[in-house]
T-cell receptor, first 114, second 111 residues
């Protein structure tokens, strides 16, 4: 059972466009939703994260939108640049005493064309 | 120095061999994790540890074992490697379920 579904699998956007990556989760106990960016040969690096008590969070050009009732969240990259080309993973977990690790989506391979 | 260090970075081994992947951290985090990454499948949890005396199976623990030698060290073993264990392996840490930090990964090839 896949608890976090991510789409699309791959995405090509022109420089300056706004790629949007979507995720949906099933476990209502999840209360922490991070996005990770991974470049080839590197480990995933935390990009931005949100908790369900807010509907949107911005950090620089990256924005997470969160819809608790729909159990969905998405990543938007404003003014995308070729350097943003990477694989992006959404994840979810329930933080706190019983936390048992992040559950990841399958990833989105993003290419920003010059 | 990296906060989470994995050794080796790359390894080729033969089917049936025992192999150990090592992870050490300087974050001071209590929790450590081993993930496996396969193309198109994302990262899947193999084992996790809340402290030295607490080891837990993850989603795909069959064929793997772990040892938490100290708060800062967490190793993953493949007792008898098989080709479908060829993958990229990541160690991660967290501070009571927050602030996950990943190592740079170990690329393992079983031939």
């Amino acid at each position: 059972q896949q608890q976090v579904k991510q789409s699309p699998q791959s995405l090509i956007v022109q420089k300056g466009g706004i790629p949007i990556i979507n995720c949906a989760y099933e476990n209502t106990a999840f209360d922490y939703f991070p996005w990770y960016q991974q470049f080839p040969g590197k480990g995933p690096a935390l990009l931005i994260a949100i908790r369900p008590d807010v509907s949107e969070k911005k950090e620089g050009r990256f924005t997470i939108s969160f819809n608790k009732s729909a159990k969905q969240f998405s990543l938007h990259i404003m003014d995308s640049q070729p350097g943003d080309s990477a694989t992006y993973f959404c994840a979810a977990t329930h933080s706190g005493g019983g936390a048992d690790g992040l559950t990841f989506g399958k990833g989105t391979h993003l290419i920003i064309q010059p | 120095d990296a906060d989470v260090t994995q050794t080796p970075r790359n390894r080729i081994t033969k089917t049936g061999k025992r192999i150990m992947l090592e992870c050490s951290q300087t974050k001071g985090h209590d929790r450590m994790y081993w993930y496996r990454q396969d193309p198109g499948l994302g990262l899947r949890l193999i084992y996790y540890s809340f402290d030295v005396k607490d080891i837990n199976k993850g989603e795909i623990s069959d064929g793997y074992s772990v040892s938490r030698q100290a708060q800062a060290k967490f190793s993953l073993s493949l007792e008898s490697a098989i080709p479908n264990q060829t993958a990229l392996y990541f160690c991660a840490t967290s501070d009571q379920g927050r602030g996950y930090t990943f190592g740079s990964g170990t690329r393992l090839t079983v031939v």
